[in-house]
């Protein structure tokens, strides 16, 4: 059973940075295309980001291009969310997901998600 867990949300002033971890279990990671969405309150779930199985190709939502950067470290079968220049609009629940697919993963229908970790900006 694939498990995604994610780390590392909280409260970040605006124009701060913060660093989310997704760890996760019961796949063959290096097999998976990883991705992170988030959820504001009041607003429907929206794609961030995703990584290729390598590490070589990522993938960005227009609103955090150049201030977000998504990683991975194979050997840990972890994926990074690495935010700088927080605005308050980064403000809402992030979640990792998981799929074989990265247009599944861009449709907004990865095959596994995580319970996510809140973070909020504040201004």
């Known amino acids: 059973q694939v498990q995604l867990v994610e780390s590392g949300g909280g409260l970040v002033q605006a124009g701060g940075s913060l660093r989310l971890s997704c760890a996760a279990s019961g796949l063959t990671f290096s097999t998976y295309v990883m991705g992170w969405f988030r959820q504001a309150p009041g607003k429907e779930r929206e794609f961030v980001g995703a990584?290729?199985?390598?590490?070589?190709?990522?993938y960005y939502a227009d609103s955090v291009k150049g201030r977000f950067t998504v990683s991975r470290d194979n050997a840990k079968n972890t994926v990074y969310l690495q935010m700088v220049s927080a605005k308050p609009e980064d403000t809402g629940v992030y979640y990792c997901a998981a799929d074989a697919r990265i247009v599944t993963i861009q449709a907004g229908a990865p095959a596994s998600w995580g319970q996510g970790t809140q973070v909020t900006v504040s201004s």
């Open positions: 990584i290729s199985r390598s590490g070589a190709y990522t």
